[in-house]
């Protein structure tokens, strides 16, 4: 389920506390709702979003088998989301340095 990615990264403090909880491994969007206190469809509409930007990885035995883990890119993200909140640093830019660089 391809998103149509937005002329910029535009993550919500959601996004982040997803990419937290795939830090300590992999996981399904029931789990990471739980986690987090969030609604379960709310995680499952933020997932392909994350997904299409490359920051998780659907994988799994099955092709649908929602189950997730981070990326390189979502784990950058992540150690680097300070500069988030940085107006004059383009987030997506700046985490492709930081991935050509590792």
Do not use: C
């Amino acid at each position: 389920m391809a998103v149509k990615l937005p002329d910029e990264l535009k993550l919500t403090e959601t996004d982040f506390l997803i990419l937290s909880v795939l830090r300590d491994g992999r996981n399904i969007p029931a789990n990471i709702a739980l986690d987090i206190d969030r609604a379960r469809n709310y995680i499952n509409q933020r997932m392909p979003y994350l997904l299409d930007y490359d920051l998780v990885e659907k994988i799994g035995p099955y092709e649908d088998s929602g189950l997730y883990e981070l990326t390189e890119r979502g784990r950058l993200a992540y150690e680097h989301r300070a500069e988030y909140h940085d107006d004059d640093v383009d987030f997506d830019e700046y985490l492709d340095e930081l991935v050509g660089e590792s």
